[in-house]
């Protein structure tokens, strides 16, 4: 979907427009996500612009919690409130004589007039008008006062605001990139508010206004503004200015089929990243809600992401958002990251649920030969400077932790429950089956003998672990599971863990004899 002249890429300019009344969630990141492909992907500009006509509901909270979330998912923009552009300012509130020049040139032009109902009169008739049956729609009662009226009305300093004149007849058409083309007729639409009493603009009014003078070329949003569309063709119409491409992005719904929202648990960003949730993998996701390459690929790097976005293959129909499929992305991305780099992040996880014992922490600004360490992928990453990490025995160890548990691991936040007992005593037992593993004296002897034949081991390798387990069990001629299980049970706490052979080496000789006799201790 390379622009297809040099001179449509330099226009390609595209904007994601939150209103600062809340956190960034699903449905927003998503928005501005494909804008942010789309603009990457072509070569075009990426803006920001915060739209805070509703004064009483947005604020400075919002505000920046939009832009944190944006960041934290690496969505940067090129201009905006906090980085300036040739097209500014980026906030509405701060463009209030824009608004103003376009609405009085639709007045002077009889494309729009001032109406001096108030609002009591206003809810009347509409309540009058739902009693009788009917739409409750503007009546249209000033829209021809006569000018001597308005003059005195005005002079009288009486409240008002500024309203479209709707053609009564015809109809409005416009073509949508997914969708295709809609048509409304005119006599559904009504004679809407340009201003607002207290002058501010509307939301329909203030972005054809700033879309056109921030030169955007494709306006790309929710679905959900597909009817404020047909309002905002006609202001383009009447102040003669070039409509934008549109694209409507589908609806995203939560697993009951009805529209995503709180009621189907969090749905902001920052609840993701306090998850654990992997930037790379929540973009991966939720470029997936509405658009896919070829209904099959799911995983995605950003970069392929950026090679791959079209906005012609983002779909007509409602995505539904999956969370153990999110969660199932991120552990991909988990998987797939450099192992060191994976190991950085999951020290800092364990460390920050205390975790790491205190001899763990060292400085460690050289890389790290993780080439050394058997049974893993060579990793050609390094440490960013400065990064702190441990010394470099502990660090090789925690890289084969979480090679052998693989995609077992889904969050890093996860990390401190699953791998405690690797480094602290205090860890979680499964009282159920420790019970069920070693209740029987005959379980605890066999484990006694485990203890035995590892302290006596020459080397303590996975290799000569596995030998001795598997030749004691067939000495008392009984199934290596005999064995394996209460041992399992008697290291981790657990019923269920990666390769157990695996666990002896990684706790040591010492810990895992000392875990073993604990656990066959007579019981009183
Ligand atoms: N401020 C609007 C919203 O948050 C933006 C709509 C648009 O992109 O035109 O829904």
Known sequence: MK???????????VRFAPSPTGHLHVGGARTALYNWLYARKTGGKFILRIEDTDARRSTRDSYEGIL????WLGLDWDEGPDKGGDYGPYVQSARGVLYHADAQKLIDEGKAYRCFCNPEELEAKKEEARLNKLDPVYDRACRDLEPGEIERRLAAGEPHVIRFRMPLEGEVRFDDIVRGRFTFSNADLDDFVLIKSDGRPTYNFAVVVDDTRMRISHVIRGDDHISNTPRQVHIYLALGYRLPKFAH?????GGDRTRLSKRHGAVSIDHYAEKSYLPDAMIN????????????????????????????????NPAVFDNDKMEHINAEHLKKMPLIRKTILAYHTLESAGCIPADFSVDLSKP?????????????????????????REFRRLAMILNVYGNRIKLLKDLPSMLRYLYKDDFPRDEHACHTWLKEERARERIRLLADGLEELKYFDVATVEEALRSLADRLEIDAGELIHPCRVALTGQSVSPDIFWIIVFLGRAKSVERLRAAAAPRG
């Open 68 to 71: 944190r979330g944006m960041s």
């Open 3 to 13: 622009a297809d002249t040099q001179q449509e890429q330099d226009s390609i300019r």
């Open 368 to 392: 790290v030969d993780l080439k050394l360490i058997g049974g893993t992928e060579p990793v050609e990453d390094t440490a960013a400077e400065g990064e702190k990490i441990f010394n470099e």
């Open 285 to 316: 996701y939720l470029a997936l809600l509405g658009w896919s390459l070829d209904g099959k690929r799911e995983f995605f790097e950003r970069q392929a992401l950026i090679e791959n976005f079209s906005l012609k293959r983002v779909s007509k």
């Open 249 to 253: 992005l589908p609806m995203i719904l």
